[in-house]
């Protein structure tokens, strides 16, 4: 649409300012109030007859004051060239018109006061100093004013000409727009569509000036996107119509259709969206004030017309922001996230509609192909916004679309998404062609940033999408093995994407089929070369800014071939152990269990092949490249067979009890271990391993058809596949006793448990128990097969009664320990008294054990006893004792700090009994025992000074004595062990302290500062940290008569002594005593309000 043009003569230009016009304005507002406040209160007739008022006010000024005589001249040049009728009956279109010609003449001096301004040359001596403002600026108050004046044109110009259902009615805003709306007269002339095309078009000649521009489509851009809409594209009558009866011309109602979408492309994008889609319509609206008016639908047409003005938006360059920001904005949020920003993002709601908008093709486009070519590059755009509030929406929304786009059209969005976003690990796979000019040494095939933001985005897609959909699952499985190289390596240092990398993963394994998931693990292992992975000349390497890139390998020399094997070997190795950190987060879903069966099923398939390894030909009948390959597939075969030793020697070690998680894995498990003791015995090959993994798995079955479990009818349905197992082995073994267990298992198989034999309790019973001879075993040998049985044992509790203690675990190859002592769990859920005279007497039996485990352990349970106050335990005091203080001179770490935690709890029940003995061997053990021993003892004092707590008062006197005189003994480890007891004693003695407090304090002098032992000096000073920091507060109290002294021994420390330690200890104490005497000196103030009760 043309705009309105004027031109003026200079001479009117030149003497007529902003500041008359805006007078004029305010004029028209409120000539006897306060703005338009006063006028919203009003009713009809009396706005009515303000506005003549206004009008007749106006106008004297103009006859009347001299000062208005240049503005009058403008208005009346202006509306002389004004193209629309001015004169009306109808007041209110009479205050619009003079309102119009005013922002036309406000318009115009504006440009002409720009146009005129010349800056002039900025001091170079003040280049602090404000640039000068153009004359043409508003202030703010006159900007209020301006938007006062464009409210009523709006009003009272636009609003009231509306069809119904176009735009929000004026009943629906305010109380003043439902009173504007009734005293606007329709019926008189100009009609009502010529007013309406007049307000939209002065007001968009007015916004031809970039600040009063602002001012307008800020507030009122929907009401004049509404008008055009009306004016351009509402359908006409169908009876054409006289050039007299016509209101607008068609002439005109192009320029109205080109005018709209004029301001379509130059208003900000998401402020268009969200008023056409207020245009489009929505759900009934109440207005406001009680009122139950409901608002009308939006015409047919106008619904159209709004929709296919969104499409465009839409396909515009950056038209999915646009859209995005203007519903999210709409609902709440600012352009910057905004206050209610946390509210949108939570918003599920939202995220869904703007979905199903961008997934829905429209019409405009030639195909959907087209339409996802053209926007899925914008979707992935809004996973990188670097503005926290922001990206948190835009990253939801598109996490929304993305899987909404998969659901509905999963070929495209895999080509157009999914492609995109995986693209840098397609590049690394080693089923990827890379081009021969990428594959000199040193060349970045992947960036850090482009790395980083593709495990960002699939991090966002998968995982906190969370829709396993089959195009999402299928397009992200060739690039695990990548996935899985990247966390490899990831693990070696720290990185920002180790914990996605290992998201990823997870949520793969967890939403992969099982038997995918296994295929995946065995890739990952090096088990399945067919498994995509990480491309031979590939490797990854640390950037310079803290990710990781992909680049091509260094050519490898004849002299490096040695480290590069050695490198290939260290790698894999590191990649099972990582493999096995995966599987322990999989083991609730199960994935773990099934990994491992299968682990021990190909261990049985080593086992077969071991016993019958490939022939060789003779050479003579080989030609050499048959020779060659047969030794390659030799070598092969033994990799496969290592790394199947490694993986399940890593998963026995990192993986815990739990890993099974229903009896059909359990069921696996043995049926796995049959298998291999049946191929040994096939193979001849048979050991004591396997002798003792069959009596093993034959204990695990009678356990649970026992009753370990309770066992239904599908339990006996899985167990039926050990039917042929079992008689494989009732057929071959040797052994008759295992023959007749074989059978009695098939027969309580068989018979889902209703006829049980002898045989199988006994051998449940055994398996529970039974304490074997000791076995010659390798260590890693030893702990497969106990992490094996205590995995099983885990799923087959409880079946022993009261009588039969349980055991979590079977160990068949321990040394002799009795249950009670073997696993923690035996006495733990026990109720006092519940141990037997047999019992205590195989645990005193086993402390003398020379096995250290089975003695340790046997330590450890009889201290339990103690400290659960088992009475039968109790009554043997002095022969327990005894036993420990034994066992304290054993040079293994486990056994002595075992016995030093039974004598520590056996002197907190009898201290009075046990604690001198103590002191007495404490004092005297460099006459009779080692060092070591003296060393024991001092650990033993001081937990039981700790265990005592306030009670270590009553043995005050025997205590310092002892720590006392040792602390001169000529033993310097002796010395520094008797100052750390008396640091531990003298800060739990508080006021007790009384007067041997000078004794330590000459003591802590003299030490500090005369002997020759770096050990004892340290000792010595750390005793008064420990002192000051456990009297705190009451420190000013008790050490009061030496204070003074322990901080001249502290001032010298920290001055003359040569060790760092030591100045350390001394610092830290100053410290201590420096928040004393602040806390002392300066006590906080507390507010309270003491209220006394007179009587």
Excluded at 87 to 104: A, E, G, I, K, Y
Excluded at 397 to 417: D, G, H, N, W
Excluded at 717 to 741: C, F, G, H, M, R
Aim: glycine share 6%; with cysteine; proline share 5%.
């Amino acid at each position: 649409m043309a705009a309105l043009q004027q031109t003026a003569g200079s001479g009117v230009l030149e003497t007529c300012g902003l500041e008359r016009i805006l007078e004029a304005l305010k004029l028209l507002l409120s000539p006897g109030g306060s703005g338009s406040n006063s006028l919203q209160i009003t009713k009809h007739d009396v706005l009515l007859a303000t506005l003549k008022s206004n009008l007749s006010a106006l106008e004297h000024k103009f006859l009347q004051d001299p000062h208005w005589k240049k503005l009058k001249l403008l208005r009346d040049e202006i509306t002389n060239e004004a193209e629309w009728p001015q004169d009306s009956v109808d007041v209110t279109w009479r205050f619009t018109s003079q309102t119009l010609l005013l922002l036309l003449c406000l318009k115009d001096t504006m440009v002409r006061l720009a146009a005129d301004f010349n800056p002039g040359t900025p001091n170079p001596r003040t280049p602090e100093a404000a640039p000068a403002l153009s004359p043409d600026t508003l202030s703010i108050s006159q900007q209020k004013t301006v938007q006062s004046v464009l409210q009523f044109v709006v009003t009272l110009g636009v609003c009231p000409y509306l069809m119904p259902g176009v735009g929000v009615p004026l009943r629906c805003r305010t109380e003043f727009g439902a009173v504007a709306q009734d005293v606007v007269c329709l019926g008189a002339a100009p009609s009502a569509p010529r007013r309406l095309y007049t307000s939209c078009r002065v007001l968009l000649s007015v916004a031809q000036h970039a600040s009063l521009a602002s001012l307008i489509f800020c507030r009122h851009f929907g009401d004049i996107a509404a008008g055009l809409c009306q004016l351009g594209f509402c359908p006409t009558k169908r009876k054409p119509l006289s050039p007299e009866e016509e209101v607008l011309t068609e002439e005109e109602r192009a320029l109205s259709r080109d005018a709209l979408r004029d301001i379509l492309d130059q208003v900000y994008q998401p402020l268009v969206v969200r008023e056409l889609l207020i245009l489009q319509g929505g759900p009934p609206q109440s207005c406001t004030g009680g009122k139950t008016q409901v608002r009308c639908r939006a015409p047919a047409w106008l619904r159209r017309l709004c929709g296919q003005l969104l499409s465009e938006r839409l396909m515009r360059p950056s038209g999915v922001q646009a859209v995005v920001r203007g519903i999210l904005e709409g609902a709440g949020a600012g352009a910057a996230g905004g206050s209610a920003a946390e509210a949108t993002a939570a918003d599920w709601k939202k995220c869904d509609l703007i979905a199903k908008i961008l997934a829905s093709c429209p019409q405009q486009s030639l195909s959907p192909e087209d339409y996802y070519r053209d926007i899925c590059p914008q979707i992935l755009d809004l996973f990188h916004f670097q503005d926290k509030l922001t990206a948190r929406q835009f990253q939801r929304v598109a996490t929304t679309t993305f899987i909404t786009m998969s659901r509905e059209q999963p070929q495209l969005a895999a080509k157009y998404l999914l492609q995109p976003v995986l693209a840098p690990l397609h590049r690394c796979l080693n089923t990827a062609e890379i081009p021969e000019s990428d594959t000199v040494p040193g060349t970045i095939l992947v960036t850090e940033e482009e790395l980083s933001r593709c495990i960002e985005d699939v991090y966002k897609v998968y995982v906190v999408g969370n829709e396993p959909s089959t195009v999402l699952v299928d397009s992200l499985l060739p690039v695990l093995g990548v996935l899985f190289s990247l966390y490899c390596f990831t693990k070696q240092s720290v990185s920002h994407i180790r914990s996605l990398c290992q998201e990823i993963l997870l949520w793969m394994l967890g939403k992969l089929e099982r038997k995918k998931a296994i295929a995946s693990l065995k890739g990952f292992a090096g088990l399945d070369k067919s498994v995509p992975s990480l491309h031979s000349l590939c490797h990854f390497r640390a950037a310079t800014r803290g990710g990781i890139m992909v680049t091509i390998k260094e050519a490898i020399c004849d002299e490096d071939e040695d480290e590069a094997l050695y490198q290939k070997v260290s790698s894999e190795q590191c990649q099972v152990e990582h493999l096995g950190d995966l599987l322990s987060h999989c083991q609730e879903c199960g994935l773990a269990g099934d990994f491992f069966i299968f682990c021990l099923k190909e261990l049985t398939h080593v086992a077969v092949e071991n016993g019958a390894e490939l022939k060789t030909k003779p050479f003579s009948s080989q030609s050499l490249l048959e020779l060659e390959q047969h030794q390659t597939l030799l070598v092969e075969g033994q990799e496969q067979k290592l790394r199947v030793l490694q993986l399940m020697a890593v998963l026995c070690e990192r993986t815990s009890e739990q890993i099974f998680t229903n009896i059909t894995q359990v069921v696996d498990f043995v049926a796995a271990t049959l298998q291999r003791a049946c191929a040994s015995l096939a193979h001849q090959a048979e050991s004591t391993v396997e002798s003792q993994t069959l009596s093993m798995s034959m204990g695990l079955v009678a356990v649970m058809l026992g009753g370990a479990v309770q066992l239904k009818s599908s339990d006996f349905a899985v167990l039926k596949q050990l039917l042929p197992l079992l008689e494989k082995v009732s057929n071959t073994y040797p052994d008759p006793v295992i023959q007749e267990l074989a059978v009695d298992l098939r027969i309580t198989i068989s018979t889902h448990g209703a006829f049980s034999t002898e045989t199988v309790s006994v051998a449940a019973q055994s398996t529970l128990n039974k304490k074997e001879p000791e076995g010659k075993r390798e260590e890693q040998q030893q702990t497969s097969h106990e992490r094996c049985s205590d995995v099983s044992r885990s799923h087959l509790e409880p079946l022993q009664s009261q009588d039969t203690p349980t055991q979590t675990g079977v160990k068949p190859h321990a040394p002799l320990v009795p249950q009670k002592v073997q696993g923690p769990s035996t006495t733990t859920n026990q109720k006092s008294g519940s141990i037997t005279a047999e019992q205590l007497q195989e645990a005193l039996l086993s402390a003398y054990d020379p096995q250290i485990p089975a003695r340790a352990a046997a330590l450890r349970t009889l201290s339990r006893w103690i400290e659960q106050r088992e009475p039968k335990a109790l009554e043997m005091q002095e022969k327990l004792l005894k036993i420990f203080l034994e066992n304290l001179e054993h040079e293994d770490s486990f056994v002595y700090l075992s016995a030093i935690q039974g004598v520590a709890l056996l002197s907190d029940v009898y201290p009075e009994k046990i604690l001198p003995g103590l002191l007495a061997q404490y004092d005297g053990s460099k006459d009779k025992h080692t060092p070591e021993t003296s060393m024991k003892v001092g650990e033993i004092l001081m937990r039981v000074v700790r265990a005592l707590g306030d009670m270590v008062s009553k043995y005050r006197e025997p205590l310092i004595h002892t720590f006392l005189r040792g602390a001169r003994d000529p033993d310097s480890a002796h010395r520094a062990s008797s100052l750390s007891n008396l640091g531990e004693l003298c800060q739990r003695l508080d006021f007790m302290l009384g007067s041997v407090v000078h004794e330590v304090t000459a003591c802590l002098i003299a030490v500090a500062k005369t002997d020759h032992e770096v050990q004892v000096r340290r000792a010595a000073v750390h005793v008064v940290v420990l002192l000051l920091r456990g009297l705190s507060q009451k420190a000013t109290a008790v050490l009061r008569d030496v204070l003074k002294d322990l901080y001249h021994l502290l001032k010298h420390v920290v001055r003359l002594e040569p060790d760092d330690v030591a100045k350390l200890h001394a610092q830290l104490a100053l410290e201590e005593l420096d928040a004393i005497m602040r806390n002392f000196l300066f006590p906080p103030q507390k507010l309270e309000k003491k209220i006394t009760v007179l009587p």
